[in-house]
């Protein structure tokens, strides 16, 4: 029997008329723009970061495309011209892990969808929890990041991601690849998350270890299930003779996972879990990409031999153990790209994904070469998640995700000139700026 | 086994009271031994002059000094010019070429080193709790708060109380007694806090003493802060008519201490700076009516997220604002936060610091300073201000610290490159003349430090007869650690 739990009338109306103060007062994303127009952004210093950086060139944008990029190159008739004379242009920035659109205020449980009850969320997908209107988006997009994967976080396996550019009317237009990645909490060694403890709550580090040991036998268990489910559904598709099989949407939704063919994105931090994260992809056959991986620099050969790409960060945060040096948060990017590693940053956040240049900066600033660090924030991330065809740098045929800027956009002091996401001209405007211009303007 | 833990309790608690009386008593004569501490370091401190020189030098009070030198005798900056020469044959000469001279950085919100919880949360008035009693110096947290520059901080009780405890303002002198960090005549200050915190409005799941109490709205944290007031009004009239008693009356009878009302005295008296924790403008503008109606100063106003808002007002009660550069939305009450607050409560006359209320940001507050630049173009030096001569200031201490000018306590940071560039390394920590941190020196340690462990953990298996320690007690391994997250993701800390 289905309950149905019916609110009376008027508590509705406030719900909604409270709902509507909070998040409606300042949109800040009236945005989401009409058609795309032709532009040519002229005379800049464009970083396309896949091939060399153009002293003085043109790019048009056409169609929602880079059409053409280049010194000498032609501006069509009826384009509207930007002169970016002292200016460079980049690719808008991707943030390879955040909660974008999933959360509006951390302290208000009703803002917040990214934790999913149950081990095994495998079926859900964040695509329809996406809100085009939360403010983190403009908020995170004036500040030059275009893209970011946005991905729940609840449970051992917490669901599918998507990779959203920040503008769009509705989820389905910022969506660049949905499915993206199944992400995965690794048992007790998460990247702050999906780890034991809290409140009351003290056990040994021998029960915590069984705990853990429990949980990714859990895991294997339900990716053997996965797989067996899969082969039960490929054999009766071919002989329709075979028994009904029970639909079971959380094992349907791991078949492309244990046949490597969709990524699996494992929370993880100790240099122990790592390992164990590396063992398990080789055991199970998985397509794995670590996130957070504070300690990844210790087992950098092995990722490289493996071909396992890190989406490193938070950088800026506390080394994992006492007695680590000041600074390891900070050189771990700059370690794994002396081995190798293919590496992207991301925030792990939401409201301060702007901050994403920052991170890479920090990883700059201890041992990692800036145009890695450059690379980090566009087409890697890009190539990682298998979406470098279309986003990731200035190149002829891409998505028209580019940033206009009056320098380094991994430097603060940098200010961002113009975001163009899809081809479309995005006002650098969000919920910060409005309220800034209104109390301004206070007499 | 349960008896046992019973007794181990017991024993605790009798500690703390033991403690804690200890404290309560020890209050005027620590003050004095602490007088007589800090002067013998001054003695003792850089015998040998130092001079750093070729640096690019931003002094935070008069511009910047291309190719100059910072000479430093008995821990002070002794002179600034283009060519100094130093009287000492033996001084230490520290090569700057390409290098960045900032003053020592100053975090106005910290709570490093509290040894525990930072709140006494079973009251909303605790003013009689004192942090100073409670400073861990051997938390790791002070030597990396070094390596990032920040050389002082104005350490705070927690925000769960409307008045909170005592603060104390200190420099991370790693190395010497506790009893020598306090800065000397800083005046005493205390911690207020407005809004979800003392309503206790995040915090279910905490443990039940501490989730729910008076008060649970802002109008009650009003009430709670103004009886507080009236009542140490009355015990004030107490005390004066007592004192104006006892010369002619040897049997007047003194009225019965109260460590509580004794620190809201000294406020009313304008002896303690009060630092309140606020986000939004209308219980900023409540306090700032409410210290008009009680008649004491608000020195600060901390996180004031909202103080865009009502930065005019702040500016007319000569109340600093002490924010973060770009925090927001983590509560209900951070949503309207901005990252123009720094930019436009400074245009409206407000002193205006930047901190952290974090062991891992008060790591790289130079970096929180270009912010003031991004967000409302704020100038260069006043943006360095926001971390070093502006907390200065709200802290009382700007005779000392906070800027570099001869006469003032040499706190300096050398940067690799300019402070406010992302790619910037700070090389060298200095407190006054000494080097509290050097790159280098830390690089160079790393390798002797990974073997004295290695050979720390062979002693002690080898004490085993060779057994491996058991699995919490390896310290190769790593240990399934608390959630750490760099950010108030979901509620605030309770601070």
Same mark, same amino acid.
């Not at chain 1, 000041?326 to 792990?348: M, P």
């Given at each position: 029997?289905?309950?149905?739990?019916?609110?009376?009338?008027?508590?509705?109306?406030?719900?909604?008329?409270?709902?509507?103060?909070?998040?409606?007062?300042?949109?800040?994303?009236?945005?989401?723009?009409?058609?795309?127009?032709?532009?040519?952004?002229?005379?800049?210093? +464009?970083?396309?970061?896949?091939?060399?950086?153009?002293?003085?060139?043109?790019?048009?944008?056409?169609?929602?495309?880079?059409?053409?990029?280049?010194? @000498?190159?032609?501006?069509?008739?009826?384009?509207?011209?930007?002169?970016?004379?002292?200016?460079?242009?980049?690719?808008?920035?991707?943030?390879?892990?955040?909660?974008?659109?999933?959360?509006?205020?951390?302290?208000?449980?009703?803002?917040?969808?990214?934790? #999913?009850?149950?081990?095994?969320?495998?079926?859900?997908?964040?695509?329809?929890?996406?809100?085009?209107?939360?403010?983190?988006?403009?908020?995170?997009?004036?500040?030059?990041?275009?893209?970011?994967?946005?991905?729940?976080?609840?449970? !051992?396996?917490?669901?599918?991601?998507?990779?959203?550019?920040?503008?769009?009317?509705?989820?389905?237009?910022?969506?660049?690849?949905?499915?993206?990645?199944?992400?995965?909490?690794?048992? @007790?060694?998460? @990247?702050?998350?999906?780890?034991?403890?809290?409140?009351?709550?003290?056990?040994?580090?021998?029960?915590?270890?069984?705990?853990?040991?429990?949980?990714?036998?859990?895991?294997?268990?339900?990716?053997?299930?996965?797989?067996?489910?899969?082969?039960?559904?490929?054999?009766?598709?071919?002989?329709?003779?075979?028994?009904?099989?029970?639909?079971?949407?959380? !094992? #349907?939704? !791991?078949?492309?996972?244990?046949?490597?063919?969709?990524?699996?994105?494992?929370?993880?931090?100790?240099?122990?879990?790592?390992?164990?994260?590396?063992?398990?992809?080789?055991?199970?056959?998985?397509?794995?990409?670590?996130?957070?991986?504070?300690?990844?620099?210790?087992?950098?050969?092995?990722?490289?031999?493996?071909?396992?790409?890190?989406?490193?960060?938070?950088?800026?945060?506390?080394?994992?153990?006492?007695?680590?040096?000041?600074?390891?948060?900070?050189?771990?990017?700059?370690?794994?790209?002396?081995?190798?590693?293919?590496?992207?940053?991301?925030?792990?956040?939401?409201?301060?994904?702007?901050?994403?240049?920052?991170?890479?900066?920090?990883?700059?600033?201890?041992?990692?070469?800036?145009?890695?660090?450059?690379?980090?924030?566009?087409?890697?991330?890009?190539?990682?998640?298998?979406?470098?065809?279309?986003?990731?740098?200035?190149?002829?045929?891409? +998505?028209?995700?580019? +940033?206009?800027?009056?320098?380094?956009?991994? #430097?603060?002091?940098?200010? +961002?000139?113009?975001?163009?996401?899809?081809?479309?001209?995005?006002?650098?405007?969000?919920?910060?700026?409005?309220?800034?211009?209104?109390?301004?303007?206070?007499? | 086994?349960?008896?046992?833990?019973?007794?181990?309790?017991?024993?605790?608690?009798?500690?703390?009271?033991?403690?804690?009386?200890?404290?309560?008593?020890?209050?005027?004569?620590?003050?004095?031994?602490?007088?007589? /501490?800090?002067?013998?370091?001054?003695?003792?401190?850089?015998?040998? =002059?130092?001079?750093?020189?070729?640096?690019?030098?931003?002094?935070? *009070?008069?511009?910047?000094?291309?190719?100059?030198?910072?000479?430093?005798?008995?821990?002070?900056?002794?002179?600034?010019?283009?060519?100094?020469?130093? &009287?000492? %044959?033996?001084?230490?000469?520290?090569?700057?070429?390409?290098?960045?001279?900032?003053?020592?950085?100053?975090?106005?919100?910290?709570?490093? /080193?509290?040894?525990?919880?930072?709140?006494?949360?079973?009251?909303?008035?605790?003013?009689?709790?004192?942090?100073?009693?409670?400073?861990?110096?051997?938390?790791?947290?002070?030597?990396?708060?070094?390596?990032?520059?920040?050389?002082?901080?104005?350490?705070?009780?927690?925000?769960?109380?409307?008045?909170?405890?005592?603060?104390?303002?200190?420099?991370?002198?790693?190395?010497?007694?506790?009893?020598?960090?306090?800065?000397?005549?800083?005046?005493?200050?205390?911690?207020?806090?407005?809004? =979800?915190?003392?309503?206790?409005?995040?915090?279910?799941?905490?443990?039940?003493?501490?989730?729910?109490?008076?008060?649970?709205?802002?109008?009650?944290?009003?009430?709670?802060?103004?009886?507080?007031?009236?009542?140490?009004?009355?015990?004030?009239? =107490?005390?004066?008519?007592?004192?104006?008693?006892?010369?002619?009356?040897?049997?007047?009878?003194?009225?019965?201490?109260?460590?509580?009302?004794?620190?809201?005295?000294?406020?009313?008296?304008?002896?303690?700076?009060?630092?309140?924790?606020?986000?939004?403008?209308?219980?900023?503008?409540?306090?700032?009516?409410?210290?008009?109606?009680?008649?004491?100063?608000?020195?600060?106003?901390?996180?004031?997220?909202?103080?865009?808002?009502?930065?005019?007002?702040?500016?007319?009660?000569?109340?600093?604002?002490?924010?973060?550069?770009?925090?927001?939305?983590?509560?209900?009450?951070?949503?309207?936060?901005?990252?123009?607050?720094?930019?436009?409560?400074?245009? &409206?006359?407000?002193?205006?610091?930047?901190?952290?209320? *974090?062991?891992?940001?008060?790591?790289?507050?130079?970096?929180?300073?270009?912010?003031?630049?991004?967000?409302?173009?704020?100038?260069?030096?006043? %943006?360095?201000?926001?971390?070093?001569?502006?907390?200065?200031?709200?802290?009382?201490?700007?005779?000392?610290?906070?800027?570099?000018?001869?006469?003032?306590?040499?706190?300096?940071?050398?940067?690799?490159?300019?402070?406010?560039?992302?790619?910037?390394?700070?090389?060298?920590?200095?407190?006054?003349?000494?080097?509290?941190?050097?790159?280098?020196?830390?690089?160079?340690?790393?390798?002797?430090?990974?073997?004295?462990?290695?050979?720390?953990?062979?002693?002690?298996?080898?004490?085993?007869?060779?057994?491996?320690?058991? &699995?919490? =007690?390896?310290?190769?391994?790593?240990?399934?650690?608390?959630?750490?997250?760099?950010?108030?993701?979901?509620?605030?800390?309770?601070?």
């Amino acid at each position: 029997m289905k309950m149905k739990r019916v609110l009376p009338v008027p508590l509705i109306v406030i719900a909604v008329l409270c709902a509507s103060a909070l998040f409606g007062l300042i949109s800040g994303s009236a945005s989401a723009q009409g058609p795309a127009e032709t532009y040519a952004i002229r005379n800049a210093r +464009i970083v396309t970061v896949t091939g060399p950086i153009i002293e003085n060139g043109t790019v048009v944008i056409a169609n929602g495309r880079i059409s053409a990029v280049g010194a @000498g190159v032609p501006v069509p008739s009826g384009a509207k011209i930007i002169d970016a004379k002292g200016l460079s242009v980049y690719p808008g920035m991707i943030d390879a892990d955040t909660e974008i659109g999933l959360t509006e205020i951390g302290s208000v449980a009703g803002s917040v969808d990214t934790n #999913e009850i149950g081990d095994n969320n495998a079926n859900i997908h964040v695509d329809v929890a996406i809100r085009p209107d939360s403010s983190h988006i403009a908020v995170t997009r004036v500040n030059g990041i275009t893209t970011a994967v946005s991905a729940p976080r609840g449970g !051992l396996i917490a669901g599918q991601s998507a990779i959203l550019n920040l503008d769009g009317w509705t989820p389905r237009e910022m969506i660049v690849k949905s499915p993206a990645a199944m992400h995965v909490n690794w048992p @007790g060694g998460g @990247g702050g998350r999906g780890e034991f403890g809290g409140f009351g709550q003290q056990r040994s580090v021998a029960e915590l270890r069984r705990e853990q040991d429990r949980q990714i036998e859990n895991l294997k268990k339900i990716l053997h299930d996965a797989a067996a489910y899969g082969d039960a559904k490929d054999a009766r598709a071919k002989d329709p003779a075979l028994p009904k099989q029970d639909v079971d949407l959380k !094992l #349907e939704a !791991l078949i492309p996972v244990v046949r490597g063919q969709m990524p699996v994105v494992i929370n993880v931090s100790m240099e122990r879990d790592i390992r164990a994260v590396i063992a398990f992809a080789s055991e199970m056959k998985l397509k794995v990409i670590i996130s957070g991986g504070i300690e990844a620099y210790k087992v950098a050969d092995q990722l490289k031999a493996r071909n396992i790409p890190v989406i490193v960060g938070p950088v800026l945060r506390m080394p994992a153990r006492e007695d680590d040096p000041y600074d390891a948060a900070f050189t771990n990017a700059g370690l794994l790209s002396k081995a190798g590693v293919k590496i992207a940053f991301q925030t792990n956040d939401s409201a301060y994904s702007r901050n994403l240049p920052y991170h890479a900066g920090m990883a700059a600033a201890f041992g990692l070469p800036k145009d890695e660090a450059l690379k980090a924030v566009t087409i890697y991330p890009a190539e990682i998640f298998g979406i470098a065809d279309r986003v990731g740098s200035v190149e002829q045929g891409k +998505i028209a995700n580019l +940033i206009v800027t009056d320098g380094d956009p991994l #430097e603060i002091r940098t200010q +961002i000139k113009h975001v163009f996401i899809a081809g479309r001209d995005i006002p650098l405007t969000s919920r910060h700026t409005e309220l800034y211009e209104k109390y301004k303007a206070r007499p | 086994m349960e008896g046992m833990m019973k007794k181990i309790n017991v024993i605790f608690s009798l500690l703390l009271t033991v403690s804690m009386i200890a404290s309560v008593f020890g209050q005027t004569r620590k003050e004095t031994k602490l007088a007589a /501490g800090a002067s013998s370091v001054a003695a003792a401190a850089a015998p040998v =002059e130092t001079l750093i020189k070729n640096a690019t030098i931003m002094t935070a *009070s008069h511009g910047t000094i291309n190719n100059g030198s910072i000479l430093i005798r008995n821990g002070k900056i002794a002179e600034i010019g283009p060519n100094l020469k130093p &009287r000492d %044959a033996n001084a230490r000469i520290i090569d700057a070429t390409g290098k960045y001279v900032t003053p020592g950085i100053i975090d106005c919100h910290s709570h490093t /080193g509290v040894d525990g919880n930072v709140n006494e949360g079973s009251l909303s008035v605790t003013s009689m709790v004192r942090i100073r009693d409670v400073i861990d110096p051997y938390s790791t947290s002070i030597y990396r708060e070094l390596a990032g520059g920040t050389t002082t901080a104005n350490v705070l009780h927690g925000s769960a109380n409307s008045i909170g405890g005592q603060n104390a303002v200190l420099k991370w002198k790693i190395g010497k007694p506790v009893d020598e960090w306090f800065v000397p005549d800083a005046p005493p200050g205390i911690k207020f806090a407005l809004g =979800e915190n003392p309503k206790r409005s995040n915090n279910q799941g905490l443990p039940p003493a501490t989730a729910r109490r008076y008060p649970a709205t802002r109008m009650g944290v009003e009430e709670t802060i103004r009886e507080a007031f009236i009542k140490a009004k009355d015990y004030m009239r =107490e005390w004066q008519e007592y004192d104006a008693k006892k010369a002619t009356d040897k049997h007047a009878i003194p009225p019965r201490r109260d460590l509580m009302l004794d620190a809201l005295v000294e406020i009313l008296q304008g002896k303690r700076f009060v630092h309140s924790h606020s986000y939004r403008d209308d219980e900023i503008l409540m306090l700032l009516n409410l210290s008009d109606e009680l008649g004491f100063h608000v020195q600060t106003l901390q996180h004031v997220l909202e103080g865009y808002k009502v930065a005019k007002e702040m500016a007319a009660h000569k109340t600093g604002g002490s924010t973060f550069s770009d925090w927001w939305a983590y509560k209900l009450e951070a949503y309207d936060a901005i990252p123009y607050n720094a930019a436009l409560m400074a245009s &409206r006359g407000v002193i205006v610091s930047m901190n952290s209320d *974090s062991d891992e940001l008060a790591r790289r507050l130079y970096l929180e300073a270009a912010k003031a630049m991004k967000y409302g173009g704020v100038a260069e030096q006043d %943006a360095l201000r926001m971390v070093t001569l502006n907390p200065a200031i709200q802290l009382g201490i700007d005779k000392h610290v906070g800027s570099i000018d001869v006469g003032k306590d040499a706190d300096l940071v050398i940067f690799s490159q300019h402070p406010f560039s992302v790619y910037t390394v700070p090389e060298m920590t200095m407190i006054e003349g000494e080097i509290y941190f050097d790159r280098n020196e830390d690089l160079k340690q790393r390798e002797a430090l990974k073997r004295e462990k290695a050979e720390l953990i062979k002693r002690e298996r080898d004490q085993r007869g060779g057994a491996r320690p058991p &699995r919490n =007690e390896r310290p190769d391994e790593p240990q399934p650690r608390p959630n750490e997250s760099p950010r108030p993701n979901g509620t605030e800390p309770q601070r």
